[in-house]
């Protein structure tokens, strides 16, 4: 089991979270430019190719504040449930 803080991931999110959302990593932060120049071309469109599938992986965060975290799509699924609950549970004026 997860945890942030000492508290299960879920329990965590749903108690201090302001927002969770999915993202995406730009595939150049795992860019190694001294292992890139040591390949032929070949090597390096496919070093290219795999950092991209690398990156296209969606990943969840959870903010408090100014600091996140990265949450399970499970995490993030149920705190989207809570939040629709809290929106159908609000007064219609």
Known sequence: MRTIQGM???DW???NADKVEPYK???EIFYDRS???AMNGDEQKEYIASLRKKADK???RAFHGETYY???EKTYKIWLGEQLIKE???PIH
Request: proline share 5%; net charge positive; hydrophobic share 50%.
């Open 8 to 10: 299960p991931e879920i």
């Open 13 to 15: 999110v749903l108690k």
């Open 25 to 27: 990593v730009n595939w």
């Open 35 to 37: 292992k890139f120049n």
């Open 58 to 60: 969606q990943l969840y």
């Open 70 to 72: 990265i949450v399970s």
């Open 88 to 90: 159908l549970e609000k």
